[in-house]
T-cell receptor, first 113, second 113 residues
C-alpha cells in the first residue's frame, strides 16, 4: 500500500525567510503532484513532476523530484504572507490504472510579517 | 473552458439517510475521481470513473457508490450515512492518457448529525 508522508506538518516562518517542505513516499512512482489549499477552499494545482530529477519553479516556489530516494521537496524562497496555506503532495501509484492519487497529510504554512 | 463544478455547496443530513452529490467535469476530460477530505487531513481517494465504468476504488465500503454519465458528469451516492462521513467531498477531472494532473472542483461540505 502506497504511503505518503510530509514534514513538517506545521510551519510558522517569518517573511523573507527560506524553507523546504519534504514529501516521502513508500513505493516506486514517477508521478508526483503538489497542491495548495486555502482554508475552506478546494485544491489548486501547483506543480506536476513526471520524471526523476524534474524541477519546476513558479514565483517563490520550486519543486523537485528524486524518484530513487522517493522524495520530493517544495522549496520556499523569501516567503511572503500570501503563501500562507496548506500544501499537499500527492503520488500516483503505477500499480493502478492511473490518475488515482494518494495524498500526504499536508503542511500548514503560516508566514508572519 | 469550463472548470469543474460541484453541487450542492453545503449539505446537512441525519445519520442513516442517503445523499447524492454531483459533479460536472472540465470540458475535454474523460475521467472523474472522487475524494473525501476530513477536517485537518489530506484527501482520500474514494473511486474513479472512466467511460461510465468504475476504474478503481479506494478503501471505502460499498455504501459509497457512483455513476458517470455520457457527458462525463458524475454522481457520488452515500447510503446509511454515519457521523464519520462528515467531510469535504472533492471531485476531480482529468484526461486518463495525459499527465495525470487532476483539476479539482470547489467541493461539497457534508455534515452528518
Amino acid at each position: 500500500e502506497l504511503k505518503v508522508e510530509q514534514n513538517p506538518l506545521f510551519l510558522s516562518m517569518q517573511e523573507g525567510k527560506n524553507y523546504t517542505i519534504y514529501c516521502n513516499y513508500s513505493t516506486t512512482s514517477d508521478r508526483l503532484y503538489w497542491y495548495r489549499q486555502d482554508p475552506g477552499k478546494s485544491l489548486e494545482s501547483l506543480f506536476v513532476l513526471l520524471s526523476n530529477g524534474a524541477v519546476k519553479q513558479e514565483g517563490r516556489l520550486m519543486a523537485s523530484l528524486d524518484t530513487k530516494a522517493r522524495l520530493s521537496t517544495l522549496h520556499i524562497t523569501a516567503a511572503v504572507h500570501d503563501l500562507s496555506a496548506t500544501y499537499f503532495c500527492a503520488v500516483d501509484s503505477p500499480d493502478n490504472a492511473g490518475n488515482m492519487l494518494t495524498f500526504g497529510g499536508g503542511t500548514r504554512l503560516m508566514v508572519k510579517p | 473552458e469550463t472548470g469543474v463544478t460541484q453541487s450542492p455547496t453545503h449539505l446537512i443530513k441525519t445519520r442513516g439517510q442517503q445523499v447524492t452529490l454531483r459533479c460536472s467535469s472540465q470540458s475535454g476530460h474523460n475521467t472523474v475521481s472522487w475524494y473525501q477530505q476530513a477536517l485537518g487531513q489530506g484527501p482520500q481517494f474514494i473511486f474513479q470513473y472512466y467511460r461510465e465504468e468504475e476504474n478503481g476504488r479506494g478503501n471505502f465500503p460499498p455504501r459509497f457508490s457512483g455513476l458517470q454519465f455520457p457527458n462525463y458528469s458524475s454522481e457520488l451516492n452515500v447510503n446509511a450515512l454515519e457521523l464519520d462521513d462528515s467531510a469535504l467531498y472533492l471531485c476531480a477531472s482529468s484526461q486518463l492518457a495525459g499527465d495525470g494532473e487532476q483539476y479539482f472542483g470547489p467541493g461539497t461540505r457534508l455534515t452528518v448529525t
